[in-house]
């Protein structure tokens, strides 16, 4: 049955006596209550040494960290900004500003890129408000799915980040659309998604296995929920 899926788009440490080369009992010097002068010989002398090093360098070591540390977040509202002034999913900006920026904390973990996950968050919200499902389910579905790897195949040959199988290309006559193509592969899963919900009348347990393909288990759905509630669940106020 064809869908009707519309596609015009080390400070210094002190190490215990006798622990071996790679253990790793170091202790900070000043906390080091454990070892004695025998067992640590020149202490006193390397207390001095640190002392002199951080009255010295520490103030400049501190000021350049911190100025390393205001340019990347420059950047990053730099990003923001622009992803957010075009997200027209969203109803205002301070939505976009509050859901991108709490949802990419959690995404940086497997989208490293912050260019790559701003744009994979935009997306997800515009594809999943578009089907009429929550961006977060949407987010959950691929977290079990793909693990965020829009190359992912499995062994039955489902691609892409929601694992979209490739017969439904030829069911909607698009038999060239790439299915590892995020935008593509969101508007097919979200798409598919919705359609299940729809025919099991909202019931998201039913939908979601029938999405896996395991209608009358509830494994799946199961894991999807979970890893909702674990990971992605938004408290919209």
């Known amino acids: 049955m ?3 899926i519309d596609i015009t788009v080390k400070p210094f440490w002190c190490r215990q006596s ?7 009992p170091y202790r900070p010097i000043q906390s080091c209550d454990t070892c004695h002068p025998e067992q640590c010989p020149g202490q006193n002398g390397k207390v001095i040494f640190v002392l002199l090093i951080c009255f010295f360098y520490l103030p400049g070591l501190l000021t350049a960290s911190f100025a390393s540390a205001q340019t ?20 205002d900006r301070w939505e976009a500003e509050v859901w991108l920026v709490d949802v990419s904390g959690r995404l940086e973990k497997y989208v490293k890129n912050p260019e790559k996950r701003f744009y994979l968050l935009k997306m997800i919200h515009k594809e999943a408000v578009r089907a009429g499902l929550e961006p977060e389910l949407v987010l959950s579905v691929i977290h079990v799915e793909s693990l965020f790897d829009r190359y992912a195949i499995s062994r039955v040959g489902a691609q ?10 030829k069911e909607i006559g698009r038999p060239d659309d790439n299915l590892t193509s995020i935008a593509t592969n969101l508007r097919y899963g979200c798409t598919i998604l919705k359609f299940y919900l729809d025919k099991e009348k909202g019931n998201l347990t039913r939908a979601l ?11 799946y759905p199961e894991k999807v929920l979970t890893t909702w509630e674990k990971y992605w669940l938004v408290k919209h106020s």
């Open 18 to 24: 006798g622990a071996a080369e790679d253990d790793i």
């Open 209 to 219: 296995a029938r999405y896996n393909g395991s209608l009358g288990k509830t494994w």
């Open 72 to 91: 990347l977040d420059n950047d990053l509202v730099t990003l923001l900004k622009q992803t957010v002034n075009d997200s027209s999913s969203f109803n």
């Open 160 to 169: 892409g980040l929601m694992q979209v199988m490739p017969f439904w290309k």
């Open 2 to 4: 064809a869908l009707p």
